[in-house]
């Protein structure tokens, strides 16, 4: 740690609590201002590895940042104040930003994701590239997954009080059973495919304003396996 670090007293974000007992191994260069991380992070919610840059002024609270982040196991549930639809990730990415909890993060990732926990599917072979700000997320991702493949291009903002959708999607083989999203029969497995383009504000099916237009939907039904 360098010298000055040492005779400075920090007052961390209350955000940070949330990884609970960390330790840190690699190098750290710089002011508490201005500094590279270069190593890697072990916390009660997961592993961080880095190499990456953050600064801020004096008169600013939230860092600055951009490098490269990898995460093991990180669980984002947790990390998020409780969120219990998500939970581990496993990411590579190339990022840029500022800000790290829900309600103040501007943050650039490119990278892949090697698995993603929601609603307890895990979902494999992710790439990304967008923009999260602020329960926003505006950009590409490309998933293949054994369960789904799916090419989305558009902006999801769960920011507003009532959710906006403006986005393609291009959906082919999604077992929605094994995704945890619908299961019409207990031994029948229910896939979908279809092209989506929906630009529409709706926090249910019941107030939903705008259009949805689905074109070459198919729906099918088979026995489950075993």
């Known amino acids: 740690m360098p010298e000055a670090w040492q005779r400075t007293t920090i007052e961390l974000p209350e955000y940070l609590y949330a990884f609970g007992d960390m330790l840190f191994t690699g190098t750290l260069n710089g002011s508490l201002n201005d500094f590279t991380a270069h190593g890697a992070l072990r916390t009660d919610i997961g592993?961080?590895?880095?190499?990456?840059?953050?600064?801020?002024?004096?008169?600013?609270?939230?860092?600055q940042y951009e490098g490269w982040l990898e995460t093991q196991a990180m669980d984002l549930g947790r990390l998020f104040n409780g969120i219990d639809y998500v939970g581990k990730l496993n990411m590579q990415a190339n990022v840029s930003g500022r800000g790290f909890s829900v309600d103040n993060v501007n943050i650039n990732l490119d990278g892949n994701i090697n698995s993603l926990d929601v609603l307890g599917h895990d979902y494999q072979n992710?790439?990304?590239d967008g923009v999260f700000t602020e329960r926003k997320f505006s950009g590409m991702m490309f998933v293949d997954d054994p369960d789904i493949l799916l090419d989305f291009s558009g902006?999801?903002?769960?920011?507003?009080?009532?959710?906006?959708?403006?986005?393609?999607?291009?959906?082919d083989n999604a077992r929605l059973s094994k995704l945890n999203f619908f299961q019409r029969e207990a031994l029948n497995e229910s896939v979908l495919s279809a092209q989506l383009m929906i630009n529409a504000r709706a926090s249910s099916l019941d107030n939903l304003e705008g259009v949805i237009n689905i074109r070459d939907i198919v729906y099918?039904?088979?026995a489950l396996d075993g």
Do not use: M, W
């Open 155 to 171: 902006v999801v903002d769960f920011g507003e009080e009532t959710p906006e959708f403006d986005f393609r999607a291009n959906i």
């Open 220 to 222: 099918e039904e088979y």
């Open 47 to 63: 592993k961080l590895r880095s190499n990456i840059q953050l600064s801020k002024s004096e008169e600013d609270t939230l860092y």
């Open 126 to 128: 992710i790439s990304l």
